[in-house]
C-alpha cells in the first residue's frame, strides 16, 4: 500500500533551518509527481512546494520562495524539504503528498501524516 513518511519537524528559533524528509513507499516513486503541503493552527492547507518525476521542475509558494528548496531523490525514495531563515509564520504541520491522476484529472491522492515545525523564540 501507499505509504508517505514524513520527518525532521521541530521546534527552532526564528532565523534557524530545518530539513523535512518524506519517506515513500508502495508505489513506483520516480512515476509520480509531489508536492508539501502545510497547514498552521486554525487555518486551511496551504500549497508550498511541489518537484515533478524527475526532478526536474520545481515550485514555490510566494510565502517560501528563495527560503526553501524542495529536492528529491528517486533512487531512495525520498523527498526533502531544505527550510532556510524560518519565520514564526511558518509554522505548521507539513504534509507530503502523492501527485496521482485519473485520466486527466490529477490531485494529491495520497499524503503522509505530517509533521510540527515550529518557529518560535
Known amino acids: 500500500q501507499v505509504q508517505l513518511v514524513e520527518s525532521g519537524g521541530g521546534l527552532v528559533q526564528p532565523g534557524d533551518s530545518l530539513t523535512l524528509s518524506c519517506a515513500a513507499s508502495?508505489?513506483?516513486?520516480?512515476?509520480?509527481?509531489l508536492s508539501w503541503v502545510r497547514q498552521a493552527p486554525g487555518k486551511g492547507l496551504e500549497w508550498v512546494s511541489g518537484?515533478?518525476?524527475?526532478?526536474?521542475?520545481?515550485a514555490y509558494a510566494d510565502s517560501v520562495k528563495g527560503r526553501f528548496t524542495v529536492s528529491r531523490d528517486n533512487a531512495k525514495n525520498t523527498l526533502s524539504l531544505q527550510m532556510n531563515s524560518l519565520k514564526p509564520e511558518d509554522t505548521a504541520v507539513y504534509y507530503c503528498?502523492?501527485?496521482?491522476?485519473?485520466?486527466?484529472?490529477?490531485?494529491?491522492?495520497?499524503w503522509g501524516q505530517g509533521t510540527q515545525v515550529t518557529v518560535s523564540s
Open positions: 503528498a502523492r501527485r496521482g491522476c485519473l485520466g486527466i484529472v490529477c490531485s494529491n491522492d495520497y
Open positions: 508502495g508505489f513506483t516513486f520516480s512515476s509520480h509527481s
Open positions: 518537484i515533478t518525476d524527475d526532478g526536474g521542475v520545481t
